[in-house]
């Protein structure tokens, strides 16, 4: 059994903004959200800026999670249920639409959050804030979903790998609608250090919310970013019988092992082009076909140059028409979320029509030619695109959409 996959809600909880218009809307204008860490003192550490979510977050969450529960929770996992609820509330089937055990909730994610900062001010609940099936079970929860629900990490790519299970499940005809979930932060000092260790973030901290400047000749690491992100697949026969409101199709997917190095990409872009070139197979979809790229764009220096050159050869002569964006510049990295959060973004440029810009594109590397749209957003006729996740340890994916016809 076969069947359609479309997207039908889309969330997303950033630096720019606690849902997923309010973000679109600063990524439009170019605004970062990048700033010095305020979650703890980070001046003993080389990197010392995040992309932080706004102060506001935690009344916000309050709302949305009883005070017991939020108790036994990390802000990891109060991001990812609150921006789940959200999503599932504008998917409009959260009543009895779907009878239970044909919904299921898949998280990517790569930890919990539980770290120095959470212990230092409640240890209690260690157990349930450390399980990394946590976010699924406490979406299943909430709304009685008694489909399966469980967890993918597969490190920067792990909500992008729970995208593609959740493709599979419903084109298999093993659940009618599944909720995709993520969320992540790693702004603590031991992962910053850790990171710092290989070399992997910007340490530009005098450069603020200008230091992740993906494509650029002076980039010099990732900014990490907190976030979640939610994306609601249904069956299209199902969602369309229920009149719901389609944003897209999710035509596809590719996923792939570089099998190569634990932190480097594989040379030339080999892996990245073979994972995009696999993702339009599995779609049906011809390289001339694809309008859009949102790119993984870490600016680190061999991700930019590496993702440059597979796209080229995936592209030929083409590739200098299909412009590139990087979330990454405005919202930084979110690491496990990432995959959701930047396939959701590029839902919203292929329902606006609109690509928002990769934002601190100042110094042009003579290595890097394609179009980045730099610092401004510009109006494309957008029919499909690519959204590009690769993680430490060579996973790699690449989600194909497409608009819903």
Not at 14 to 23: I, P, Q, R, W
Not at 307 to 335: C, R, W, Y
Not at 343 to 363: C, D, F, M, V, W
Not at 371 to 377: E, I, M
Request: net charge negative.
């Amino acid at each position: 059994m076969k069947r359609k996959v479309v997207i039908t809600a889309i969330n997303t909880i950033t630096a720019l903004g606690l849902n997923v218009d309010e973000c679109w809307e600063n990524l439009i204008k170019g605004k970062s959200g990048i700033r010095r860490i305020s979650r703890f003192d980070p001046s003993e550490l080389e990197t010392q800026i995040a992309a932080e979510l706004p102060q506001e977050f935690e009344e916000y969450a309050s709302g949305h999670i009883k005070r017991r529960s939020a108790k036994q929770m990390t802000r990891v996992t109060k991001m990812g249920v609150v921006c789940a609820k959200e999503a599932i509330k504008m998917s409009g089937f959260d009543s009895e639409y779907y009878a239970k055990d044909r919904v299921a909730v898949i998280a990517g994610i790569v930890n919990t959050g539980f770290s120095s900062i959470e212990k230092s001010k409640d240890e209690k609940n260690s157990i349930l804030k450390a399980m990394n099936n946590s976010l699924s079970a406490w979406i299943s929860m909430e709304y009685g979903f008694t489909g399966p629900n469980y967890s993918v990490a597969t490190a920067c790519a792990s909500s992008a790998y729970a995208m593609a299970l959740g493709f599979d499940m419903i084109n298999n005809g093993q659940a009618d609608a599944v909720i995709i979930a993520s969320a992540d932060s790693v702004v603590n000092p031991e992962e910053i250090k850790g990171f710092n260790e290989l070399y992997a973030l910007s340490t530009s901290n005098e450069k603020g919310e200008a230091a992740s400047c993906p494509f650029s000749a002076d980039r010099d690491g990732f900014v990490i970013g907190e976030g979640a992100g939610t994306i609601v697949l249904e069956a299209a026969d199902k969602a369309k019988a229920r009149g719901a409101n389609i944003l897209a199709e999710f035509a596809g997917y590719g996923l792939s092992s570089e099998a190569y190095n634990i932190v480097s990409p594989q040379e030339n872009g080999e892996g990245m082009y073979f994972t995009m070139q696999k993702a339009l197979k599995h779609a049906g979809v011809e390289p001339s076909e694809v309008n859009h790229i949102n790119a993984h764009g870490t600016s680190t220096t061999l991700n930019d140059i590496y993702e440059t050159m597979a796209i080229k050869k995936l592209f030929d002569g083409n590739a200098q028409n299909i412009p590139v964006v990087s979330s990454k510049s405005m919202i930084g990295h979110t690491i496990g979320a990432a995959g959701v959060i930047e396939g959701a973004i590029t839902i919203k440029s292929l329902l606006e029509q609109i690509l928002h810009p990769t934002a601190n594109y100042r110094t042009p590397d003579p290595e890097l030619d394609l179009d980045y749209v730099p610092n401004t957003s510009r109006a494309h006729k957008i029919q499909c695109a690519l959204s590009n996740s690769f993680g430490f340890g060579g996973h790699n994916a690449t989600l194909v959409f497409r608009k819903f016809n």
